[in-house]
């Protein structure tokens, strides 16, 4: 399923079976349940975390959840931390971006009475039986410059059209530095645990925080990116601070409808009954909503008509007596239409050749 179908909720195959004589057309849709074959799995092995020993009670640091390819209560999280003095586990649930993990100080830090601690953390699934990851947080008790930026917000969301221009600003973020001098410059970088495509579509001014448009952006490959933006000061050792951007991309109509037309019975008798099944005609569309919302219709008027058989399926059929001594071949057009606007169409020709019977 997660091969097929990859985080959709819904995962399904269609077939066709044909039935010759009488020709009959049977439509088949295999729906595929997910079961937990996949434990949650974390980027990397361990985390490093780099924490100054004055930074303040509840102070929160982020840390990098877990991910699970199944999908529903297989891929519902939940996190452990093994026990600690210094350090609580936070976790925060956001409709569009999972569940925020973070580590919250409870015991102020020491490095000369401290200088490291190794936490473990577990990300258990809810299947049966469920399946469990981990990784190590290792984290590193920091001397001096005692303040890390503060972005003005924690999240920043944008929208972004799919058609839109390469070097288009996406937002300008903005942190803060309560220190003085080099220990209050911050620099600006994309997140080292973000995927190879963030680098490929997006770049960030490492001096002023703007993030711009590199490459293009496609709907129907993927339609939101989550970024995760790190604020650097120059101090010694650095501190710094995370953001993160989400990015959605909206539809515009930048697809034509196809056609995939399947002859059946060519050439037909002149004797067919009505209703015969001549051409079946697939359509389909890779916008979404009423971008991808597609309608048939059939020209010029022949004693043919098109009959919708299942979602995007249609079937060409006769619907009034042939005669081949009148007219002993028909071509007509499927056009294809959308509903975006302005909408997009594709046209297919068909050819009906008419067989003679001894009449």
Not at 227 to 246: E, F, R, W
Request: glycine content about 6%.
């Amino acid at each position: 399923r997660e091969e097929l179908c990859g985080r959709s909720a819904e995962c399904s195959l269609h077939l066709e079976v044909i039935v010759d004589r009488p020709l009959q057309v049977f439509h088949v849709e295999v729906k595929i349940k997910d079961i937990n074959d996949n434990p949650p799995v974390f980027r990397n092995r361990e985390q490093r975390l780099f924490i100054p020993e004055s930074r303040q009670l509840d102070s929160r640091f982020p840390i990098e959840g877990a991910v699970d390819a199944d999908i529903g209560a297989n891929a519902l999280l939940t996190y452990t931390l093994s026990p600690s003095d210094f350090f609580s586990l936070d976790i925060r649930a956001n409709d569009e971006l999972g569940k925020s993990l973070s580590l919250e100080l409870r015991k102020s830090l020491d490095r000369e009475e401290t200088p490291e601690l190794h936490l473990l953390l577990t990300a258990t699934d809810g299947g049966k039986p469920e399946l469990e990851g981990r990784v190590q947080l290792l984290i590193t008790v920091l001397d001096v410059n005692d303040n890390a930026p503060v972005f003005d917000q924690d999240l920043y969301r944008v929208h972004l059209l799919e058609t839109i221009a390469n070097g288009t600003l996406v937002t300008r973020l903005n942190a803060s530095d309560a220190d003085e001098g080099v220990n209050g410059e911050v620099i600006f970088s994309f997140g080292g645990g973000d995927p190879p495509d963030i680098q490929e579509k997006f770049k960030i001014d490492s001096t002023s925080g703007e993030i711009s448009v590199i490459g293009n952006l496609d709907y129907e490959e993927k339609k939101s990116y989550e970024i995760q933006v790190k604020a650097v000061d120059k101090g010694s050792p650095p501190m710094s601070n995370h953001c993160k951007v989400l990015v959605k991309v909206l539809d515009v109509n930048d697809n034509a409808p196809e056609l995939a037309i399947t002859s059946l019975s060519l050439p037909i008798r002149e004797d067919a009954p009505l209703g015969t099944v001549i051409t079946l005609i697939m359509v389909s569309d890779l916008d979404s909503g009423v971008n991808g919302q597609v309608t048939c219709s059939l020209t010029p008027n022949a004693p043919f008509k098109l009959v919708s058989t299942f979602k995007n399926y249609y079937s060409l059929v006769l619907d009034s007596t042939l005669d081949r001594e009148t007219t002993s071949e028909y071509k007509v057009v499927v056009t294809a239409r959308d509903g975006g606007s302005p909408p997009l169409w594709t046209t297919a020709s068909v050819s009906v050749e008419v067989a003679d019977v001894n009449d």
